[in-house]
Each structure stands twice: as C-alpha cells, then as structure tokens.
C-alpha cells in the first residue's frame, strides 16, 4: 500500500526554489479545501439596448483556502502539557514580512501529484520542478478549542486562504496568445537586445526599430533587464 503523502508549504526564494529548510509539514491532511477563480467583467451601457455590452477587463487571482487541524495533547494534558503553538506559528510566521524581500515569502502549498485540477498538465500551478499552488498567504485565522487546567492551547484549527502568485514574465509565458495581429509583450532578459528581440518575434532582427519607435526607446542599447516592452503586428 501506498503511504499517504503529507501536505506541505514550501518557502521559495526570489528565483522560486525551494529554501533549504524552508519546509513546513501540516499535521493532519486537510479533508476539503475550496479554489475561488473569476474575472472581472464590465458592463458598458449603450442607449436604447435592453441590456449592457459585457466586456472583460482582466482576469483576477486564483484563491485557495483550507482548514488545518492541529493537537498536541499526546504530550498529555496536565501541568506539563505542550501548547499547540509551538506548530501553528510555524504557519503564522508565513504572512509575516520576510525582511530580506521587505514582503511575506512566495510559497507551493504541495500534496501529492494528483490533488489539485490539472496535475500533469500544462496547468498555472505547475512550475518547472513541482506542482502545487504557488501563492502569498493571504490570511491566517487561528481558532483554539481545547485547553489544559492551567490554559495551555491544545487543539487549534488554522484557516489559511491562499491567493495564487505568478511574475508578470510568468503570466505572459503561461497565456500564450496566439492572435499574430495582436500587440504582445516581451520582458527584457539580460543581455538581451532589441535586435534579438525582433528576430524572435518577427524572425527579422531588422525590425528593431519597430519595438523602439512603438515604445519610445531612446537608446536601443541601453534597455534595462525587466522592461516590458510591447511587440507590435507589422503593417
């Protein structure tokens, strides 16, 4: 028989791999947890129609949220009994601000390799070198229900909510669109030029001076790594 796999979050560093140590095991596998997704939708009013032309705006953050179950009483439940603390705050200090990033850290809540939709697949969660649900901790909801004779937190369910994190590099990968006629976006790696750019996205590296014209490049050689700039269809 198969051993059941433990859920767990993984603290990532600035490039989204795992930080030794950074791993932190829940005690007890959640028994639901429940994914949020929507989009924003407008409403633009024409005079004289019964109802408003929809138009989609943006897509917005994938959301998880899950309820984690906590004990300590195997220690017992006596003057010595250990608090149920010394294992939640472990998942508290994950939406407090790392003070090397100035923000909470990036993490992969992972379960096993079938537990969320799209595993295998070419799915938003799954990177590189995992699957799971890369996110920042949105929030995190401690309620204790059991204590010792003297107060000592016992038991403790964590109700965390997760909100879906992807770069802007990422997100532009991961969609991509496959209209030609439309304007695309290119995050300017280092050492990347304008010319190796176009030949890439026109298969002409001539075209260069469309990229800079369209997005008003004074000085083609001097396009600092992480512009977003926009690829617009040739005429």
């Not at 799209?118 to 799954?126: A, F, L, V």
């Amino acid at each position: 028989m198969k051993t059941p796999q433990k859920a767990k979050f993984q603290r990532l560093d600035r490039n989204f791999h795992a930080v030794e140590g950074g791993e932190i095991e829940v005690q007890f596998n959640p028994t639901e947890f429940t994914l949020n997704k929507s989009a924003q939708i407008a409403e633009v009013a024409i005079p004289g129609l019964d109802k408003p032309i929809l138009q989609f705006v943006r897509g917005q953050s994938e959301t998880l949220s899950v309820d984690l179950f906590f004990d300590s009483t195997e220690g017992g439940m006596g003057e010595q009994a250990q608090s149920v603390t010394a294992t939640t705050d472990k998942f508290y200090e994950l939406i407090k601000i790392d003070p090397d990033t100035h923000a909470p850290p990036v993490c992969n809540f992972q379960w096993s390799d079938s537990a969320f939709p799209g595993s295998g697949m070419d799915h938003p969660w799954n990177t590189q070198d995992r699957s799971g649900f890369q996110c920042l901790v949105e929030s995190v909801r401690q309620r204790y229900t059991l204590f010792s004779s003297t107060g000592v937190p016992l038991r403790a369910t964590l109700s965390v909510t997760l909100r879906e994190y992807k770069t802007l590099e990422q997100q532009i990968q991961e969609i991509g669109y496959h209209s030609a006629d439309h304007t695309r976006t290119h995050v300017v790696e280092r050492g990347e030029t304008l010319s190796r750019i176009a030949e890439q996205a026109y298969d002409d590296p001539a075209q260069w001076r469309v990229i800079a014209e369209h997005n008003h490049v004074l000085d083609p050689l001097e396009v600092e790594p992480g512009t977003v700039l926009e690829l617009p269809p040739l005429l």
